[in-house]
């Protein structure tokens, strides 16, 4: 079992920067292949990136490329998104999660097996 907590969300103006934090606790970090994903109302969620084991390995969304990067540390158990040239359209509730399957469906929300509670994003035009 791991319990995932995030943080780092606010608000920002358009341009500005955030950098999220997912602190885990429980079984083995490393263990873990980890995403980040987001919701905004009325709206499902998206897959926002994702990172291997070692870090070696990450992928995003289209609309983040170039803008966001997704690191971890395994020593302070530790999964990090930073947020660069924020828009209103990345407004949402933004969610860490854990994948523990052998088979890595990195972008599939219901094929990661661990989730944070969230936190809230709030870009301002």
């Known amino acids: 079992q791991v319990q995932l907590v995030e943080s780092g969300g606010g608000l920002v103006q358009t341009g500005g920067s955030l950098r999220l934090s997912c602190s885990a606790s429980?079984?083995?970090?490393?263990?873990?292949?980890m995403g980040w994903f987001r919701q905004a109302p009325g709206k499902e969620r998206e897959f926002v990136a994702a990172?291997?084991?070692?870090?070696?390995?990450?992928y995003y969304v289209d609309s983040v490329k170039g803008r966001f990067t997704i690191s971890r540390d395994n020593a302070k158990n530790t999964v990090y998104l930073q947020m660069n040239s924020l828009k209103p359209e990345d407004t949402a509730v933004y969610y860490c999660?854990?994948?523990?399957?052998?088979?890595?469906?990195?972008?599939?929300?219901?094929?990661?097996?661990?989730w944070g509670q969230g936190t809230q994003v709030t870009v301002s035009s």
């Open positions: 999660a854990g994948f523990a399957r052998a088979r890595w469906s990195y972008s599939t929300p219901n094929e990661y097996d661990y």
């Open positions: 990172i291997s084991w070692s870090g070696g390995i990450t």
């Open positions: 429980g079984r083995s970090f490393s263990n873990y292949r």
